[in-house]
């Protein structure tokens, strides 16, 4: 089963198909250099030179492949629990989210209204900067008045889930359509 963006497991899904297409794509390349050398006996052919242009896929899945190495996805139990805490707001998990300045990984994020809140154990991962990068990215997409949140104490993130879920069973089918908007947006700002 395909990992979708946004799914728990997304990131090491990620990092496996890189990793597996970076390690093929330079056994096709040396498969191909060395089928050039055995044939003419110099390095020095056309094969060579397909070699060289093949490296640069490859040297492409590669890049990606270490620009996720470091980021983990979120944990099962963390994952289990947030979805029978919060059963009817929208949720999105295993995140990377750029900006012109970091790369941030958010490991949740739930979105309920007027509010998005976030989770994210990276010890790396600046809080603040980070929620103002999606309010920013909120507000040029024409969500003003958006209040962001990022924790990186799972305890205050759930409980705050919890109490987004109690207000959305409120007032859960007019927002729905805009949550699932917001969700999207913050979606496309991750790698």
Same mark, same amino acid.
């Given at each position: 089963?395909?990992?979708?963006?946004?799914?728990?497991?997304?990131?090491?899904?990620?990092?496996?198909?890189?990793?597996?297409?970076?390690?093929?794509?330079?056994?096709?390349?040396?498969?191909?250099?060395?089928?050039?050398?055995?044939?003419?006996?110099?390095?020095?052919?056309?094969?060579?030179?397909?070699?060289?242009?093949?490296?640069?896929?490859?040297?492409? /899945?590669?890049?990606?492949?270490?620009?996720?190495?470091?980021?983990?996805?979120?944990?099962?139990?963390?994952?289990?629990?947030?979805?029978?805490?919060?059963?009817?707001?929208?949720?999105?998990?295993?995140?990377?989210?750029?900006?012109?300045?970091?790369?941030?990984? +958010?490991?949740?994020?739930?979105?309920?209204?007027?509010?998005?809140?976030?989770?994210?154990?990276?010890?790396?991962?600046?809080?603040?900067?980070?929620?103002?990068?999606?309010?920013?990215?909120?507000?040029?997409?024409?969500?003003?008045?958006?209040?962001?949140?990022?924790?990186?104490?799972?305890?205050?993130?759930?409980?705050?889930?919890?109490?987004?879920?109690? /207000?959305?069973?409120?007032?859960?089918?007019?927002? +729905?359509?805009?949550?699932?908007?917001?969700?999207?947006?913050?979606?496309?700002?991750?790698?």
């Amino acid at each position: 089963m395909r990992t979708e963006k946004g799914q728990p497991g997304y990131v090491k899904a990620r990092k496996q198909k890189y990793l597996l297409g970076a390690v093929v794509e330079f056994a096709i390349v040396i498969a191909i250099f060395v089928t050039g050398y055995i044939q003419t006996g110099s390095r020095l052919n056309l094969l060579t030179v397909v070699a060289v242009v093949g490296c640069l896929p490859a040297a492409k /899945m590669l890049v990606e492949f270490i620009t996720m190495a470091p980021y983990k996805s979120i944990e099962e139990a963390k994952y289990q629990e947030l979805e029978e805490k919060a059963p009817l707001i929208l949720k999105a998990y295993d995140m990377i989210i750029t900006s012109s300045q970091k790369v941030m990984p +958010l490991d949740a994020v739930v979105v309920s209204g007027h509010i998005v809140c976030g989770y994210a154990s990276n010890p790396k991962t600046d809080e603040a900067a980070l929620a103002r990068h999606i309010k920013d990215i909120l507000k040029n997409n024409h969500y003003d008045k958006m209040t962001v949140k990022i924790f990186h104490d799972y305890t205050a993130f759930l409980s705050r889930a919890e109490g987004m879920n109690n /207000m959305a069973a409120v007032e859960q089918k007019e927002s +729905l359509r805009r949550e699932k908007k917001i969700r999207k947006i913050i979606l496309n700002i991750s790698m």
